[in-house]
């Protein structure tokens, strides 16, 4: 898939759901391809009081679930359907999951294209380097 295949797959999971007065999901959607060459989507859920996550955690639970943990590509989309760079919490979520995420490149803008390495937007871990391949 390229980032504008990826684009359209994220674009195709938009599923926007008011669920309430302050609930929504599906305003947002994202899709990572793992380092298996898979493609995961999710879409955010925002609840009361705080509560839910954004759409690039979502999708990297269901890569988790599957057993992977390193991303090689990032595409999230707004409700409009407009590229949208990943949160700071996703951005340390990600780079948490496998230090190899620093080299994943997400889609910061569609035309003309631009690709950002998420570990440019993360240049100072505050993580001790080497927690990567710790088992418990
Ligand atoms: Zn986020």
Do not use: H
């Not at 995420?101 to 993580?127: C, H, T």
Request: negative net charge; aromatic residues 8%; proline residues 6%.
């Amino acid at each position: 898939m390229t980032y504008r295949d990826m684009l359209a797959y994220a674009r195709s999971k938009l599923n926007p759901v008011r669920l309430g007065k302050y609930d929504s999901t599906g305003f947002v959607a994202a899709v990572l391809e793992g380092a298996n060459g898979k493609y995961y989507a999710g879409v955010n859920i925002d609840l009361a009081c705080g509560l839910g996550f954004c759409a690039e955690r979502s999708a990297a639970a269901a890569m988790v679930t599957d057993g992977e943990r390193t991303v090689r590509r990032i595409v999230c989309v707004d409700e409009n359907g407009a590229p949208l760079p990943p949160c700071g919490a996703c951005r340390e979520f990600l780079l948490q999951l496998s230090a190899e995420n620093a080299e994943a490149g997400f889609l910061a803008a569609e035309s003309p294209q631009k690709i950002v390495r998420l570990g440019d937007l993360m240049p100072l871990p505050w993580y001790e380097p080497g927690r990567e391949g710790e088992t418990f």
